[in-house]
């Protein structure tokens, strides 16, 4: 094997969060055995990546909603929210958008966990 290709495979058994490179070359060989395959493989790394995309893009959108929910919080607490529209309004659209954003993390460690056979 070339160093480029050894640190090709380095890659490749990263992105699928594979510990051992023997764990990685026993997976290769079991699903992608015949050169035809070639495609397939390049659609799992695709498929890697995109999920790292995803990971990455949910967490901002998850710290920014926190921001907003904290301060919607701090605005109840000083009044400058009337308390009624705050419980009645806000909070559940707080828990509603909560609820979505955990089925979604749920759903990813769902996915991972059937791709790469381990939790992440």
């Known amino acids: 094997m070339t160093e480029d290709e050894d640190r090709y495979f380095k890659i ?4 699928c969060h594979i510990r051992s490179f023997s764990s990685f070359a026993r997976r290769a060989m079991l699903y992608f055995g015949n050169y035809g395959n ?3 493989i390049e659609a799992c790394n695709r498929h890697c990546e995109l999920m790292e995309e995803r990971s990455k893009e949910l967490s901002a959108i998850g710290n920014n909603f926190n921001q907003i929910a904290h301060q919607m919080n701090i605005f109840a607490l000083q009044g400058k929210i009337p ?3 705050y419980t009645d309004v806000i909070l559940p659209a707080i828990e509603k958008v909560q609820s979505i954003y955990k089925h979604i993390q749920n759903d990813d460690e769902k996915i991972k966990k059937k791709l790469y ?3 992440s």
């Open 12 to 15: 490749l058994q990263e992105k």
């Open 38 to 40: 070639y495609f397939v």
């Open 83 to 85: 308390e009624e529209y």
């Open 117 to 119: 056979g381990h939790d």
